[in-house]
Every structure is written in structure tokens, then in C-alpha cells.
């Protein structure tokens, strides 16, 4: 089984209001799916067949609402309950326009993180991939990510996360991170606007002390390092909806190292992921069929 890890999930409410805009009353439908990052890892690693745990923390109606959506889903979770609500997280799609509401989540106690600790030290014991995806809830420092790294020092750890968290973090050695091009530019605060310049900076976050980082790229595919540096080439697509392309990825590349490919491979499944993500409506979405056809078209190339 593959572990996922959602410390500030959600529940994400979707509105579409083609006229939307202030001052007015709106009648709308909503539509609410399982929010977080881990948890959208999590939908696409089930979606290419993979057996999925989900852990975290889960409070309230919420979060027995994110639990019986995950079960409808066939993903299992084991999460620890929260004595605050898991928050919302609303989205109103207008015409051409997205106005986001996001609650900042709920605060989770020392009891109640050490209760967690205990629980993912066990939950170790019987997976050998991790993701651990997303910002980090009130009341959990930046510490914890690389805790969560450290005790999986002899698993695979993958770890997606920006800011403090994600520095703070390196210093447990994850097996890979994966920052797109705006969360590498804000941690190094310089200009990358070159490949020279991406490499030299993702190679800083080795440094650190990541042991493998995948930089995506979004439309320009990604830049891999890892015992080699690898440039990986995606072929033009019809974007529809790119949130969660991220996600997507990290899901392709837990497949892949889940199935002991080869790290070209392991890489084509990533993007052909991400990709196939952008191109559906919803977040954390891919469909096998449009997987393997770009698979064919992506381009695996080894240059340091
Ligand atoms: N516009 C796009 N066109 C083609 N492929 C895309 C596009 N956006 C994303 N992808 C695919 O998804 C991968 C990950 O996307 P991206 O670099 O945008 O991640 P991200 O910014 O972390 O996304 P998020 O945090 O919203 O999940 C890219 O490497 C690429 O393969
Ligand atoms: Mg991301």
C-alpha cells in the first residue's frame, strides 16, 4: 500500500455562478469533493489501481464527511481525530473568474499531534511509499514535516510541500521533493530564468539535504535531479483545469517507484499525470486511457 499524508485537509465546495459578482444574491448548487493535497494524491493513486491509506487529521461533521466520501472511493483512512472541525474551502467559478474563500483550518493540540506521531510511526511499519502533501494546520510547526521525514529515513518519503515547511523539512532527508518553478524562485529569492539557473537552484535544495528533487514546470514539463539530472519534454495540450496538476505528479511518480520502473518511466508517468489532470475539470482527476497515449509523446532526456 502507498501511504498519503493530509495533516490540513478540506472539505472543497465548488459553486459555479456564471454572473457571479458582489453585492447580489446567487442561487447555486454546490458541488463538494475531499480537499487537501494528500487527499487528491490520494484519488489519483487509486485512479492507476494503486491500494491507498490515507492519515491525517480529521474533525467534526466534516471530516466524517471527507472519511465516507474517501470510503465510497475505496480509499482507506486511518486519520486521527481532531477535536476542531476540519474547515471548508470554497471556490465560485464565474465566467472567466475564480473567487477563493479558504478557511485556514483547524488547530490541532500537542496531544493530539504526539497521538499522530504514534500512529504514523506504526503506519510505517506496513507501507514503504509516502507522500506527505500540503501546508501544515495551526499549532504544528514546520519541525514536524522533517520529524515525518526523519522517521521514514528507510521508506520512500515524498514530500510536497513550499515555504518554511519545505526548508525546514530538508534537513530529514525526504527521498524527493517536488516544488514547481514559483516555490523554488520564493525560497531562493532570485531570478530563474534560465535552465542553468533552475538547476543550480534545485541543486541548493540537495544541499539541504532532499535526496532526489523533481522541479515541475507546468507546461514546460519538469527538470529532474537525481544520481543523473534528466530534462523531460511534454507535448502541447488543451488545458482545462491545471489545480492539482501537482498533486497528479506526485501520484505518477509514487506509481511508478510503487511498480519499481526505471526512472525514465517513473518520470513519463509524472507528467502524463500532471497533464491528464489539466486536462479534466476536476482536481485530482486522470483517465488511463489519455495517460497512455502521452505517454508515447513525452520526451526523456539525460543532460548532466
Ligand atoms: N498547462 C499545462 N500544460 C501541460 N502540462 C501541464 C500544465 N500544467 C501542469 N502540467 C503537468 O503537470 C505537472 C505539474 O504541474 P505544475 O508544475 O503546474 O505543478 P504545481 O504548480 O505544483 O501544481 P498544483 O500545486 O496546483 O498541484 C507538470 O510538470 C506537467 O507535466
Ligand atoms: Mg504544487
Not at 501544515?136 to 510541500?161: A, F, R
Not at 530538508?170 to 534560465?194: C, H, R, S
Not at 529532474?224 to 501520484?251: E, H, L, R, T, W
Amino acid at each position: 500500500m502507498i501511504l498519503t499524508v493530509t495533516l490540513n485537509p478540506a472539505i472543497d465546495v465548488r459553486y459555479e455562478i456564471s454572473d457571479f459578482n458582489i453585492d447580489k444574491i446567487f442561487r447555486a448548487k454546490s458541488f463538494k469533493t475531499p480537499g487537501g493535497k494528500g487527499l487528491n494524491v490520494s484519488r489519483v493513486l487509486n485512479l492507476l489501481g494503486n491500494s491507498v491509506v490515507a492519515t491525517g487529521f480529521l474533525g467534526g461533521s466534516n471530516g466524517t464527511w471527507i472519511k465516507n466520501s474517501l470510503q465510497n472511493l475505496n480509499i482507506n483512512s486511518s486519520f486521527i481525530e481532531s477535536a476542531s472541525e476540519t474547515r471548508n474551502c470554497i471556490a465560485i467559478l464565474g465566467q472567466g473568474s475564480q473567487t477563493e474563500i479558504l478557511e485556514p483550518g483547524a488547530e490541532i493540540s500537542e496531544f493530539e499531534l504526539k497521538k499522530f506521531i504514534d500512529h504514523y510511526k506504526n503506519l510505517l511499519l506496513e507501507n514503504e511509499i509516502i507522500c506527505i502533501s500540503g501546508s501544515l494546520p495551526k499549532g504544528i510547526s514546520g519541525e514536524t514535516y522533517k520529524l515525518l521525514c526523519e522517521l521514514g529515513k528507510n521508506k520512500k518519503v515524498i514530500l510536497d510541500t513550499s515555504g518554511t515547511s519545505l526548508i525546514e523539512a530538508l534537513q530529514g532527508n525526504p527521498f524527493l521533493i517536488k516544488p514547481n518553478q514559483e516555490e523554488l524562485k520564493a525560497i531562493l529569492q532570485t531570478p530563474l530564468d534560465t535552465q542553468e539557473k533552475l538547476i543550480k537552484g534545485a541543486l541548493t535544495l540537495r544541499d539541504k539535504g532532499a535526496q532526489n528533487i523533481l522541479l515541475s514546470l507546468g507546461k514546460n514539463g519538469a527538470i529532474y535531479i537525481g544520481d543523473d539530472i534528466y530534462k523531460i519534454d511534454i507535448p502541447k495540450i488543451q488545458v482545462i483545469n491545471p489545480v492539482g496538476s501537482g498533486d497528479s505528479s506526485v501520484a505518477g511518480f509514487a506509481h511508478g517507484l510503487k511498480n519499481n520502473l526505471p526512472i525514465e518511466e517513473i518520470l513519463k508517468y509524472s507528467m502524463a499525470c500532471g497533464m491528464s489532470n489539466a486536462m479534466s475539470n476536476e482536481t485530482g482527476f486522470i483517465s488511463l486511457p489519455v495517460i497512455e497515449e502521452l505517454m508515447k509523446k513525452i520526451i526523456v532526456k539525460k543532460i548532466g
